[in-house]
């Protein structure tokens, strides 16, 4: 069974960076896609970002402006999002996903999220 753990939420100001991280247990994550959602407070998961499982492949929605990243670290069975220059509605419970087609939502496996909360 496959277990993904997320880190590196937290608080920060408008403008400020957080790095967050996804630990794959259970199997080797290598062979799949990989990406990060969101949910805000009232609102439905969104897609934020997306990779290939050469890692060569990236996509983003609209939203995130250039201000996103998504990267894997093969030999450490690890996904990462680094944000910067993170908006007040940036706030939201962020998810890893692992299998599936991705970014339209259908996944095989979810973390159980990491808060991120952004303040003026």
């Known amino acids: 069974q496959v277990q993904l753990v997320e880190s590196g939420g937290g608080a920060v100001q408008a403008g400020g960076s957080l790095r967050l991280s996804c630990l794959g247990y259970?199997?080797?994550?290598?062979?799949?896609?990989m990406g990060w959602f969101r949910q805000a407070p009232g609102k439905e998961r969104e897609f934020v970002a997306a990779i290939n499982r050469g890692g060569d492949k990236k996509y983003y929605p609209d939203f995130v402006e250039d201000r996103f990243t998504i990267s894997r670290d093969k030999a450490k069975n690890t996904l990462y999002l680094q944000m910067n220059d993170l908006k007040l509605d940036d706030t939201a419970v962020y998810y890893c996903a692992a299998g599936g087609p991705m970014t339209n939502g259908m996944v095989d496996y979810w973390g159980q999220g990491t808060q991120v909360t952004v303040s003026p």
């Open positions: 259970g199997r080797t994550l290598n062979d799949d896609t």
